[in-house]
Structures are given as structure tokens and as C-alpha cells.
């Protein structure tokens, strides 16, 4: 009788794929065709906070080289081994020199790593990666300030994506930053002047800026330098502390085939006055946009607000949406700063994300009063009779992020999470033997 030993290594891959962290270290112990299926999942993304399962893991990398080779992501963030090392002396100092050699000789056997985040202000880790290379890095993100950020981007010069977002400007020496030069570049989070040093020629296809005074006579001349990358351009978004009426149009006249833009107000206030301003100002500019696909105008808020939204700003939104999608026929998603967020199924039928209840509530109100077409109510009857497995209209695919999540630097999907925050605590206690 066949068992799974019988299976070829191919579809063996494909099972190990999808099982937990907690069952992949079991299938270690089970035999060697097992824990080599097994080892390069188990270490194929790795979250390292300076505790002990960080020290385990350095050691697996160091003797384990199926391991190290497996590596593909690796997060460091916050832990008490990360710290900024201030002292010069005593067990902790001694301590840290050696948890910054051991994980320095770690990464350095991890050959194939291709996404790195820091996600810590002073985190001593960037001490570790000061003599690392990565022949196969494209993605590299930190909210820190590393001692030698710019040498580590200089060792790299095949990154495709680069966020640097610091607590402080002013920590980056930009001059250390002159000849470098990332060809391949093509999505940034980046402080402003250090935009233009190191991608001037870059075929940029996203830029994250969320830097930008309110001076308002900075806004055209950025804007007027992202220009050099209109034809590439495609995803733009700009975080400020409040809104300016004049960035639209700036935006629109300046980068008309951008695809998505995105403005993220910082200043909490979900109905403030200003609001309704600035939203006659996008409506003013929509005319001139030839390819926009997304336009989110959103405000920064916690996630216990994310999903804080009434089903009259939906009554209200949705005849904002309908008129904008007149204006602007390529427009597809739409997302306002009440927190509604909204697809267009067809023509000018836009529907909102329903994962929030007030969107819900406000989804029946408008089907009982025959605000969709005749074939659309049918579409939804379907949807509701099947409890949504018939779903035609592709209701349940469309899912917008909260406000906090689409100015993060990272964006994360589930898949990411449960690969970085596996809630399998000892997923690696098992040390794997060559």
C-alpha cells in the first residue's frame, strides 16, 4: 500500500510548504529525506528579537549550512540584545560583542537572503550587518539609523526596493551617500534630498514620501522633481501632517499616467472641516489624470479606529464616488477620509469593502431602495442566498487597508504575519544536524 514516503520529493516540497512552523520542526526528526524537505521552509523567514531562540537559530545557521541557504526573509526587531551599546565595559558589554559576532556569523552564511527589515530606532543589529554582503538582497527596510546605512546600500547595488525611514534626518550623513547609484531601483521610502542623490536614473515605479514639510512652496518643486520619473511612475504616496489644497493638481498636471496616488493626513480628525475642502480640490483635479486607477485619501488613525466608520458617511461617500467615477473613468478604488473605502464592479456601480458592519448596514439600506442596476440586484441575491460562495461581483476579494496600514513601511499580508509572527513558540528548538 502506498504511503507518503512513496511521494517524490517535488510534491513533498509542496506539502511543506503549507504546514506549520511547529509541524516542520517535528518532520525534522523523522528522517533525512524528511528534514531536508522540511529545513528549508522551517528557515525560510526568520524573526529575530535577541532572545534566546535568536542565539539557537545564529548556531543553526552557523553549523546548518541546508539551513542558512534556506533563509529568504529576515526581521530583527525589538529585544534587549538590540539595544544601543552605550556602555564600554561590564558582562552586558562583554555580552553584546558577542551576540553582535554570533549573529554577524549567522547572516553571513545566509547567502540567499533577499529581504531584510530593522524595525527598531537604535537597534544594535545593524552592527551585525556592517560586514555582511547579500548577493541575492532586492528588498532592505529601516526605521533605525545604522552607524553605516550607507556603506551596507553601497554593497548592494542590485536592490530593487529601499525604505529608510529615520527618527532622524539629521542622523544620515547625505554626503556619504554621493556615487551611489541603484540602477535597478524601483519602489522607495525615502527622506526627500535622499531621493535625488542615490536614484537619479532609477526606472522608480512607487514612491513613499512621508517626510514633506507644510512649507506649500516645497510641495510643487518635489513634485516637480518626481516628474523625471514619469514615464515609470506608477504608485505614489505622500503623508503630511494636514492637507494642501494644492497637491492635487500638482500632482495631476505634473504626473498625469500615474496609476495610484495616495495622500495620508497625519492629524488625527476623521469629520474635520478642512476635509471637505480638500476633497472638492481632488474632484477639481480628477479631469486632468489620464490613468489613475486608486486614489485614497485617508487619515492616520489607531487600529482600534480603523474600522470606526457610520453608515451615513457611506450615504455621503457614495454619491462623492459616483460623481467622481464620472469624472475620472479609469478610476477602479476609491477611499475617503470618513474611512470608507469603495470598487467599481461596472460602469459607474461602485460597491464598498464590506468587511466593516456600518458597510454592511448601509449595503442593504441601498439594495432595499433600488440604488443598484436591475442585473446587479441579482448578482446580490445570489451573493446572499449562497452566503456568499456565489460571488460574482468579486465582493469578498476586495479588501481595502486601514489607513495605518497603507502608510506603513511594510505592508504585510496575513501570509506575511504568519510567517514572521508564527505563534508556534518553539518552532525552533529543534537544532538540525548535518
Given at each position: 500500500m502506498?504511503?507518503i514516503t512513496?511521494?517524490?520529493d517535488?510534491?513533498?516540497?509542496?506539502?511543506?510548504?503549507?504546514?506549520?512552523?511547529?509541524?516542520?520542526?517535528s518532520?525534522?526528526?523523522?528522517?533525512?529525506?524528511?528534514?531536508?524537505?522540511?529545513?528549508?521552509?522551517?528557515?525560510?523567514?526568520?524573526?529575530?528579537?535577541?532572545?534566546?531562540?535568536?542565539?539557537?537559530?545564529c548556531?543553526?545557521?552557523?553549523?546548518?549550512?541546508?539551513?542558512?541557504?534556506?533563509?529568504?526573509?529576515?526581521l530583527?526587531?525589538?529585544?534587549?540584545?538590540?539595544?544601543?551599546?552605550?556602555?564600554?565595559?561590564?558582562?552586558?558589554?562583554?555580552?553584546?560583542?558577542?551576540?553582535?559576532?554570533?549573529?554577524?556569523?549567522a547572516?553571513a552564511?545566509?547567502?540567499?537572503v533577499?529581504?531584510?527589515?530593522?524595525?527598531?530606532?537604535?537597534?544594535?543589529?545593524?552592527l551585525?550587518?556592517?560586514?555582511c554582503?547579500?548577493p541575492?538582497?532586492?528588498s532592505f527596510?529601516?526605521?533605525?539609523?545604522?552607524h553605516t546605512?550607507?556603506?551596507?546600500?553601497?554593497?548592494?547595488?542590485?536592490?530593487?526596493?529601499?525604505?529608510?525611514?529615520?527618527?532622524?534626518?539629521?542622523?544620515?550623513?547625505?554626503?556619504e551617500?554621493?556615487?551611489?547609484s541603484?540602477?535597478?531601483?524601483?519602489?522607495?521610502?525615502?527622506?526627500?534630498?535622499?531621493l535625488?542623490?542615490i536614484?537619479?536614473?532609477?526606472p522608480l515605479?512607487?514612491?513613499l514620501s512621508?517626510?514633506?514639510?507644510d512649507?506649500?512652496?516645497?510641495?510643487?518643486?518635489?513634485?516637480r522633481?518626481?516628474?523625471?520619473?514619469?514615464t515609470?511612475?506608477?504608485e505614489?504616496?505622500?503623508?503630511?501632517?494636514?492637507w494642501?489644497?494644492?497637491?492635487?493638481?500638482h500632482?495631476a498636471?505634473l504626473?498625469?499616467?500615474?496609476?495610484?496616488f495616495?495622500?495620508?493626513r497625519?492629524?488625527p480628525?476623521l469629520?474635520?472641516?478642512?476635509?471637505?475642502?480638500f476633497?472638492?480640490?481632488?474632484?477639481?483635479?480628477?479631469p486632468?489624470?489620464?490613468?489613475?486607477?486608486q486614489?485614497?485619501?485617508?487619515?492616520?488613525?489607531?487600529?482600534?479606529?480603523?474600522?470606526f466608520?457610520f453608515?451615513?458617511?457611506?450615504?455621503?461617500d457614495?454619491?462623492?464616488?459616483?460623481?467622481?467615477?464620472?469624472?475620472?473613468p479609469?478610476?477602479?478604488v476609491?477611499?475617503?477620509?470618513s474611512?470608507?473605502?469603495?470598487?467599481?464592479?461596472?460602469?459607474?456601480v461602485w460597491?464598498?469593502?464590506?468587511?466593516?458592519?456600518?458597510?454592511i448596514?448601509?449595503?442593504f439600506?441601498?439594495a432595499s431602495?433600488?440604488?443598484?442596476?436591475?442585473?446587479?440586484m441579482?448578482?446580490?441575491?445570489?451573493?446572499c442566498?449562497?452566503?456568499g460562495?456565489?460571488d460574482?461581483l468579486g465582493?469578498?476579494?476586495?479588501?481595502?487597508p486601514s489607513?495605518?496600514?497603507?502608510?506603513?513601511?511594510?505592508?504585510?499580508?496575513?501570509e506575511?504575519e504568519?510567517?514572521?509572527y508564527?505563534?508556534d513558540s518553539?518552532?525552533?528548538?529543534?537544532?538540525?544536524?548535518?
Amino acid at each position: 500500500m502506498p504511503t507518503i514516503t512513496d511521494l517524490p520529493d517535488e510534491l513533498l516540497d509542496e506539502i511543506a510548504h503549507l504546514l506549520p512552523k511547529k509541524t516542520l520542526s517535528s518532520l525534522c526528526t523523522v528522517s533525512n529525506r524528511f528534514q531536508s524537505r522540511a529545513t528549508r521552509w522551517l528557515y525560510r523567514c526568520l524573526a529575530l528579537a535577541g532572545n534566546g531562540d535568536t542565539i539557537k537559530i545564529c548556531k543553526v545557521l552557523i553549523s546548518n549550512k541546508l539551513a542558512a541557504i534556506s533563509v529568504r526573509k529576515v526581521l530583527l526587531w525589538p529585544g534587549l540584545a538590540f539595544s544601543r551599546p552605550s556602555l564600554t565595559g561590564g558582562p552586558f558589554y562583554l555580552y553584546l560583542s558577542a551576540f553582535y559576532k554570533l549573529l554577524s556569523r549567522a547572516l553571513a552564511c545566509a547567502v540567499n537572503v533577499e529581504n531584510i527589515r530593522l524595525m527598531f530606532p537604535y537597534c544594535g543589529a545593524s552592527l551585525a550587518l556592517d560586514a555582511c554582503a547579500f548577493p541575492n538582497l532586492h528588498s532592505f527596510a529601516t526605521t533605525m539609523e545604522p552607524h553605516t546605512l550607507a556603506s551596507f546600500v553601497r554593497r548592494h547595488p542590485q536592490l530593487q526596493e529601499l525604505h529608510i525611514s529615520p527618527s532622524d534626518l539629521r542622523s544620515i550623513s547625505l554626503s556619504e551617500f554621493s556615487g551611489i547609484s541603484l540602477s535597478s531601483l524601483n519602489s522607495v521610502c525615502l527622506p526627500q534630498p535622499l531621493l535625488f542623490i542615490i536614484s537619479p536614473d532609477a526606472p522608480l515605479q512607487s514612491v513613499l514620501s512621508p517626510e514633506i514639510e507644510d512649507d506649500n512652496e516645497e510641495i510643487p518643486d518635489f513634485i516637480r522633481h518626481l516628474s523625471r520619473y514619469c514615464t515609470t511612475l506608477a504608485e505614489l504616496h505622500l503623508c503630511r501632517p494636514h492637507w494642501n489644497a494644492e497637491v492635487l493638481m500638482h500632482v495631476a498636471t505634473l504626473l498625469p499616467k500615474i496609476k495610484s496616488f495616495t495622500f495620508t493626513r497625519m492629524i488625527p480628525g476623521l469629520h474635520h472641516y478642512s476635509n471637505a475642502a480638500f476633497l472638492e480640490a481632488c474632484e477639481t483635479a480628477l479631469p486632468f489624470f489620464s490613468s489613475l486607477g486608486q486614489l485614497r485619501i485617508e487619515v492616520a488613525r489607531s487600529r482600534e479606529l480603523s474600522g470606526f466608520t457610520f453608515a451615513s458617511d457611506y450615504r455621503s461617500d457614495f454619491k462623492m464616488v459616483q460623481i467622481w467615477g464620472n469624472i475620472c473613468p479609469t478610476l477602479s478604488v476609491c477611499a475617503f477620509p470618513s474611512g470608507t473605502a469603495w470598487h467599481r464592479i461596472e460602469d459607474n456601480v461602485w460597491m464598498p469593502d464590506l468587511h466593516h458592519k456600518a458597510a454592511i448596514r448601509w449595503f442593504f439600506e441601498a439594495a432595499s431602495t433600488d440604488q443598484f442596476p436591475i442585473h446587479v440586484m441579482g448578482s446580490l441575491q445570489q451573493f446572499c442566498d449562497s452566503m456568499g460562495k456565489v460571488d460574482t461581483l468579486g465582493l469578498l476579494n476586495f479588501r481595502s487597508p486601514s489607513a495605518m496600514e497603507s502608510i506603513g513601511l511594510y505592508p504585510q499580508t496575513e501570509e506575511d504575519e504568519s510567517e514572521f509572527y508564527s505563534s508556534d513558540s518553539d518552532e525552533n528548538d529543534v537544532e538540525i544536524e548535518e
